[in-house]
T-cell receptor, first 113, second 111 residues
Framework: DVKVTQSSRYLVKRTGEKVFLECVQD?????MFWYRQDPGLGLRLIYF???????EKGDIPEGYSVSREKKERFSLILESASTNQTSMYLC????????????FGSGTRLTVV | GENVEQHPSTLSVQEGDSAVIKCTYS??????FPWYKQELGKGPQLIID?????GEKKDQRIAVTLNKTAKHFSLHITETQPEDSAVYFC??????????FGSGTKLNVKP
């Protein structure tokens, strides 16, 4: 069964901490994405990557950075966590050669206190 | 960029009734329109999709229709069951890159 795995389901971090959210996919997909999900706002794109060591800003990149050193792994970094970054974070992957859209991970619910 | 609007934000139906969720998009170049179902505590799962060269697609109790001229597409669920209760998201994209999502519809199917 193909999978996108997010390393943590729940995280609680303190304001100002540097936070790493990890995502790994086993489908050899070229494209990987980080979204945050907030009630009433749907899914908003933070960053995405079409290839190793490549990254592109999404619609809400402020306060975040990403790293993609290997094809299967895409990390989201909160440089200095703030309370307004409390949210559900979803990782997804896709492939141009596949015949379907995104495959999502189960999400990481991050609380910044 | 693309803008996807989704309505209603909440929908409550009686078991056995039909449910319809509607989305509009702004970019006429978009050519792929998936629908995702998100159950509590889980990531969104693809349930059906449609490409711009097709007007309608069915999969058992679920169907999606697309009107390219009006730039809107809809999800239809017939004979709803309690297990259909979830949040549903529509999306639009050009190819399989960079989806733009609607704000979601919370469907509640009452037994």
């Amino acid at each position: 069964d193909v999978k996108v795995t997010q390393s943590s389901r729940y995280l609680v971090k303190r304001t100002g901490e540097k936070v790493f959210l990890e995502c790994v996919q086993d489908m050899d997909h070229e494209n990987m994405f980080w979204y945050r999900q907030d009630p009433g706002l749907g899914l908003r794109l933070i960053y995405f990557s079409y290839d190793v060591k490549m990254k592109e800003k999404g619609d809400i990149p402020e306060g975040y950075s990403v790293s993609r050193e290997k094809k299967e792994r895409f990390s989201l970094i909160l440089e200095s966590a703030s309370t307004n970054q409390t949210s559900m974070y979803l990782c997804a992957s896709s492939s141009e050669t596949a015949n379907y859209g995104y495959t999502f991970g189960s999400g990481t619910r991050l609380t910044v206190v | 960029g693309e803008n996807v609007e989704q309505h209603p934000s909440t929908l409550s139906v009686q078991e056995g009734d039909s449910a319809v969720i509607k989305c509009t998009y702004s970019d006429s170049a978009s050519n792929y329109f998936p629908w995702y179902k998100q159950e509590l505590g889980k990531g969104p799962q693809l349930i059906i999709d449609i490409r711009s060269n097709v007007g309608e697609k069915k999969d058992q109790r679920i169907a999606v229709t697309l009107n390219k001229t009006a730039k809107h597409f809809s999800l239809h669920i017939t004979e709803t069951q309690p297990e259909d209760s979830a949040v549903y998201f529509c999306a639009a994209s050009l190819g399989f890159n960079k989806f733009y999502f609607g704000s979601g519809t919370k469907l509640n199917v009452k037994p």
